[in-house]
């Protein structure tokens, strides 16, 4: 465990600010805190491997804020310019929709534990099937596709919002025909 930084929180993020921000070398903030400079590129710049990282991170996040801020305020010029009415329909509406967003990631996440549970469920019947003839134990089978398909939809919903939060459009499920004939087939009943 190294040695007690001389240096308050407050002091550290100082001199990174001064550094980053106002471009002021580690050698001067060294010199001007009275601390070691290699400690002061160690605490700023932790990676040597990638040296600008951390400052590249911040920048990121510092152009984000400004686009964010430059669509807030735009945002506000549009709704001051409506009637009070008006502002208040709009406000009521953003939070009906942030609190449907808020409700279906939870749907989501629910699903996705139901489509587990299922899985597994659907595992253990698949492991009583009589791989040499499955028809002798069509029973467990059928349990087996029953589970598997309720899986498959429950996992619809989280797979969707996955693939929409990482920007992709999501695969168009299979119609209801096209999984009961899978469903026949797998069963060896030609149909249903």
């Given at each position: 465990?190294?040695?007690?930084?001389?240096?308050?929180?407050?002091?550290?993020?100082?001199?990174?600010?001064?550094?980053?921000?106002d471009g002021i070398s580690i050698n001067a903030l060294?010199?001007?805190?009275?601390?070691?400079?290699?400690?002061?590129?160690?605490?700023?710049?932790?990676?040597?491997a990638e040296p600008k990282k951390a400052a590249k991170?911040?920048?990121?996040?510092?152009?984000?804020?400004?686009?964010?801020?430059?669509?807030?305020?735009?945002?506000?010029?549009?709704?001051?310019?409506?009637?009070?009415?008006?502002?208040?329909?709009?406000?009521?509406?953003?939070?009906?929709?942030?609190?449907?967003?808020?409700?279906?990631?939870?749907?989501?996440?629910?699903?996705?534990?139901?489509?587990?549970?299922?899985?597994?469920?659907?595992?253990?019947?698949?492991?009583?099937?009589?791989?040499?003839?499955?028809?002798?134990?069509?029973?467990?089978?059928?349990?087996?596709?029953?589970?598997?398909?309720?899986?498959?939809?429950?996992?619809?919903?989280?797979?969707?919002?996955?693939?929409?939060?990482?920007?992709?459009?999501?695969?168009?499920?299979?119609?209801?025909?096209?999984?009961?004939?899978?469903?026949?087939?797998?069963?060896?009943?030609?149909?249903?």
């Amino acid at each position: 465990m190294g040695r007690k930084s001389s240096l308050t929180d407050d002091q550290w993020v100082e001199i990174e600010r001064r550094h980053l921000v106002d471009g002021i070398s580690i050698n001067a903030l060294a010199q001007e805190f009275g601390v070691n400079e290699s400690s002061l590129r160690r605490r700023i710049k932790p990676n040597k491997a990638e040296p600008k990282k951390a400052a590249k991170s911040l920048q990121a996040l510092a152009e984000m804020k400004v686009e964010v801020d430059a669509k807030a305020k735009h945002f506000a010029e549009q709704l001051g310019a409506l009637p009070f009415a008006k502002q208040q329909i709009v406000s009521d509406l953003a939070r009906k929709l942030t609190n449907t967003s808020e409700h279906m990631a939870s749907a989501a996440e629910i699903s996705a534990a139901s489509s587990h549970r299922l899985s597994r469920m659907a595992n253990q019947q698949l492991e009583l099937v009589d791989e040499v003839d499955p028809m002798k134990t069509r029973a467990q089978l059928e349990s087996f596709a029953a589970l598997q398909k309720l899986a498959n939809i429950s996992g619809e919903m989280p797979g969707r919002l996955a693939a929409l939060s990482r920007g992709q459009p999501p695969e168009a499920p299979p119609s209801q025909e096209e999984v009961d004939q899978e469903l026949a087939l797998l069963l060896g009943s030609g149909g249903g």
